[in-house]
């Protein structure tokens, strides 16, 4: 009975440590497109700004 146990605790366990990657990757993703797209708009309102009022 424990033999039987114990690989699907891994398999679970297993499972539950790919999923905290895959969310860790995906927030590590998100995060670096905020930074990128925040910095790519502070340039874009920089030009513009300049354009207006340079």
């Known amino acids: 009975m424990s033999t039987d146990l114990s690989p699907d605790t891994r398999r679970k366990s297993a499972f539950r440590i790919l999923v905290a990657l895959n969310a860790a990757t995906l ?20 030009v513009v700004w300049l354009f207006l009022f340079g």
């Open 27 to 46: 927030l590590a993703w998100i995060g670096f497109l905020v930074i990128g797209l925040g910095a790519w708009l502070q340039n874009v309102v920089t």
